[in-house]
């Protein structure tokens, strides 16, 4: 008998079968409970506007038009926002997807890609996707460390150097000024990408201004934080209009949905509520920042929507983030050697926040006597 | 001065900036005016179940939760409607998605892909995406040629074979009979993979029984028909589940919005909805039929929610699709030579019909007066 089976092609064949990201709904479903308190994901557990709860309500009967696949009206109204001509913008479904197409159109089988070790799992697993090479600098300082990433830059020649700022896992930032002087010194074929996920909780001082005609710039924003809608999964990205206009060589479509295309217009056309969760969000991260201290654990200093508290080293600090997680409080923590010695709790809201105050005495204790 | 310019890979340089399809939202931004009736996309305009719409309002303060990435509960939801485990079934940003998936997993550079000439526009720019070449074979009859494909299968020894079933753009179907001689007949290590998007309009004799222990089968569906929500993004695919397991190396796993999650599990629970949305398509083909035929344009038989009217001629089809959109109603034809005498008209609610009953003699008469 003929063995039928299509083979995989040899890259794809060749990877893992892991996920980047595990997310908080299978914790629940193998634990067989809720978390009580949902601060691991840096998710705006404040909710979005509640313009944009009812401009998706009135929209919901009007889902069986398909999306515009230019995402026109979002374009043009991101244009508006941002002083950018639209050509200049990309939509896609989260800044992970367009990761995953700056990384297909940009990186070729076996070419190294410069990043930090412990910064975005989910850029490596596109940059192993298409058969690139992970070239992982050290953070320094719990930055992200521009020195070391430039050293790395010119030595590999890589197409994509990535950096987020504000980071995450860490919270930490640069100023525009260092950002500029690191995209100058770049290797001249070097796309910098610039994951800004966080940019709308940092100084203004840390984000650079927006100079499209820069080839080897790519910022990417999103509406999963500060705008409340993780959920619906829009991205955008600002670049040279070559580099925008390649997106459309190789993007889904019709990958973005209607509905979260109006969901994020309706999100960025009320900046009142924006500047309401930032000013939030700034309230809960010294909340947490209090609580830390009043337990032992150093908050450090954050520009984003979480913070992490430095809780002495990598061994304790899980055993402290198993104990949460077993007291129904959804944290994180980074994995990479020197950060790991921190766990990361997210801005929530106040009775959540009250919970983690409550259960991190005895999470403490735990972590202690094991 | 240093010329400041990351190159694309070679791959991406060589695709063309083309959109695969262009949408009536761009065409009515050109116009300057919507359309009256909109007739075009094989959209279920009839919309979403009730249940749907009042899924998504409940659910909309809920968006700043990141997506589940296993979209667990819509898999168990499939799985059960389906009667295959939910190991054989993975969710994807409409079957478009899917394919551009399934083509990135099984297609090398440079190898064949054998499909029908004048079907899915989409699944050919994923081929090209990934650097496949579309080997197009000829509809005989009006239906995509089962004989033609397997000779050419046969010939190419492709990754893949691409068939709908029912079609697009034609309306036409195979019995499953003849599709499991075919599945049958292929080269073991070709994937057949059978997209039926339009499978809820069909007689129950044209959709092969699943069976998910066949490692050479790969089904796509979707919401966007029969369900109603085009808008939202929404496909799966059902095969063998080390098929269904290989999607995890390369999906964007945070792709699938919330609200699509949510909106696609409510569909599916409607199933007396879906009846008569199915009905009601069947009554609108059969009133798309009656007024081809008072204007002299024979209906071809449709197991989908749209009716293919014969014109005669490629030529005089073209000018008589232009003619209805400068009438206001979006229309569209297929373009392969042999098809292309025929104007593809969805079916839309009562009073858009109207409207496309109105327009057509006036529409005929211009066309013939070309």
Chains 1, 2 share one sequence.
């Not at 899980?318 to 994995?335: G, I, Q, S, T």
Request: hydrophobic share 45%; net charge negative; with cysteine.
């Amino acid at each position: 008998m003929t063995d039928i089976s299509p083979k995989l092609t040899r890259l794809a064949h060749s990877l893992p079968s892991t996920v980047p990201f595990v997310g908080p709904e299978t914790q629940e479903r193998q634990r067989g409970r809720p978390f009580r308190a949902r601060l691991g994901a840096n998710e705006s557990s404040i909710g979005p506007s509640p313009k944009v709860v009812a401009a998706m309500a009135e929209a919901a009967p009007d889902m069986w038009k398909y999306c515009d696949p230019e995402s026109y009206d979002l374009k043009q109204a991101l244009s508006v926002h941002l002083d950018v001509p639209a050509a200049n913008v990309a939509i896609g479904e989260g800044i992970d997807g367009l990761l995953g197409l700056a990384v297909r159109l940009y990186v070729e089988e076996g070419q190294p890609v410069v990043t930090s070790l412990g910064a975005y799992p989910t850029f490596n697993f596109h940059i192993a996707g298409f058969g690139g090479r992970v070239v992982a600098v050290p953070y320094r300082d719990d930055r992200e460390d521009l020195d070391g990433l430039l050293a790395a830059a010119r030595e590999q020649n890589p197409p994509i150097v990535y950096l987020s700022n504000p980071d995450n896992p860490m919270g930490s930032w640069w100023e525009a000024d260092d950002l500029e002087r690191f995209a100058a010194a770049l290797p001249p074929t070097t796309m910098f990408v610039l994951d800004e996920a966080y940019g709308e909780f940092a100084p203004a001082s840390a984000i650079p201004p927006l100079d499209p005609s820069r080839k080897n710039v790519l910022r990417m924003r999103t509406f999963s934080k500060a705008y409340g809608l993780a959920g619906m999964r829009c991205g955008y990205a600002i670049g040279h209009e070559d580099t925008i206009a390649a997106f459309e060589k190789v993007r889904n479509h019709y990958g973005m949905s209607l509905m979260t295309q109006i969901a994020a217009q309706a999100a960025l056309a009320d900046q009142a509520y924006l500047a309401e969760t930032c000013a939030k969000v700034a309230r809960a991260r010294e909340e947490i920042g209090r609580i830390g201290r009043e337990n032992g654990l150093a908050p450090l200093p954050s520009a984003t929507n979480f913070v992490a508290l430095d809780a002495g080293d990598g061994a304790f600090a899980l055993k402290l983030m198993n104990a949460l997680l077993e007291r129904d409080v959804f944290v994180r923590k980074p994995m990479a050697p020197g950060l790991d010695r921190c766990i990361r709790v997210s801005a929530g809201p106040d009775d959540e926040l009250a919970i983690f105050a409550a259960e991190l005495p005895g999470a403490l204790a735990q972590a202690r006597g094991n």
